[in-house]
């Protein structure tokens, strides 16, 4: 089995290091899910078949958003960044500017 989340050996990294690393997977194959979902809803012509899968995905944007949440616990600076942009109306790009200031001073 392969280990592709490592760019360095394994054995050299120190254990906080891998547990991010195999939440990072954990996170791309959570958007993976999502994406493979919507895209399966968009074509389903069978209502309890939609409705299943609709379920289904909404799992995956928990699982998504758990492994997240446990990052940014984990990285100030990444957290810095996601506070000055998620769930904020206006200008993205404005508050990724906000975000890369702020990440500055910290």
């Not at 997977?25 to 209502?47: F, G, K």
């Not at 957290?79 to 904020?88: G, M, Q, V």
Request: aromatic residues 10%; proline residues 5%; contains cysteine.
């Amino acid at each position: 089995m392969g280990f592709e989340q490592y760019h360095e050996p394994a054995h050299e990294l120190p254990p906080e290091t891998r547990t991010f690393a195999r939440i990072i997977t954990s996170l791309q194959e959570e958007c993976e899910a999502i994406n493979w979902y919507e895209q399966r809803i968009a074509v389903e012509q069978d209502p309890e078949a939609k409705k299943i899968m609709q379920h289904a995905q909404k799992e995956e944007f928990l699982h998504f958003s758990m492994d997240l949440e446990f990052l940014l616990r984990r990285t100030p600076k990444w957290r810095i960044a996601a506070e000055n942009i998620l769930f904020r109306g206006g200008d993205i790009i404005e508050h990724a500017e906000e975000g890369e200031e702020a990440q500055e001073h910290a």
